[in-house]
């Protein structure tokens, strides 16, 4: 059991070129979440998915993000259109049921990704 | 003011000290986590609470749901438990709030 993998673990994209940030799970864990750590501030919330479905995005900006756990294969977090403000390490957790609502359900949270922008 | 308040924000300590990190909270929550985080690594839940106390070899974490305050206390400190210590609780639904962090350095 490998735990959660993110990949890449880092990444250099230009102003204006596109980010795609990939999520694998634990094996048997069904819901995803990604967190956003801007430097010198802490995690922020920004979207929860189970499979095929995006429950809640409310922390994801309106625009240029998009996230997606499809029925196979890892979840992805996209940046469209990447500006300097997007540099962060971007994390991913999963849990085999919702977190926080059982002792069984555990966020397990990968080594995050550290998109820097130029 | 944040939903969850961490203190102290910086702490040094001696090899073998006792360590204490206080969360306090403003909101309803399902549960509380603590977290901790390695500079420049990948973050390791360590507890998950909604009541009383948990404890995994030299971490104690408390929770106090009247109150609305945890703890986290480390005992017989050691320079590998330097890094930042994170408090984040589950409110509506899944979604986590969290804490700015404690940075603890622990001195050989």
């Known amino acids: 059991n490998a735990g959660v993998m993110q990949n890449p673990r880092h990444l250099v994209r230009r102003r204006g070129q596109e980010a795609r940030l990939r999520c694998s799970p634990m094996k048997g864990h069904s819901h995803v979440y990604w967190y956003r750590q801007l430097p010198e501030e802490g995690l922020k919330f920004m979207v929860y998915l189970q499979k095929e479905n995006i429950i809640d995005e409310s922390g994801m900006p309106k625009e240029r993000f998009s996230a997606e756990f499809p029925k196979e294969g890892p979840s992805i977090l996209r940046i469209q259109q990447v500006v300097r403000g997007d540099s962060a390490a971007y994390f991913c957790?999963?849990?085999?049921?919702?977190?926080?609502?059982?002792?069984?359900?555990?966020?397990?949270f990968g080594a995050g990704s550290r998109l820097t922008v130029l | 003011k944040n939903e969850v308040e961490q203190s102290p924000q910086n702490l040094t300590a001696q090899e073998g000290e006792f360590i204490t990190i206080n969360c306090s909270y403003s909101v309803g929550i399902s549960a509380l986590h603590w977290l901790q985080q390695h500079p420049g690594g990948g973050i390791v839940s360590l507890f998950m609470?909604?009541?009383g106390k948990k404890k995994h070899g030299r971490l104690i974490a408390t929770i106090n749901i009247q109150e609305k305050h945890s703890s986290l206390h480390i005992t017989a400190s050691h320079p590998r438990d330097s890094a930042v210590y994170i408090c984040a609780v589950t409110t509506s639904g899944s979604r986590l709030t969290f804490g700015e962090g404690t940075q603890l350095t622990v001195n050989p």
């Open positions: 609470l909604s009541s």
């Open positions: 957790a999963s849990s085999r049921g919702l977190a926080g609502n059982s002792g069984a359900n555990v966020l397990t």
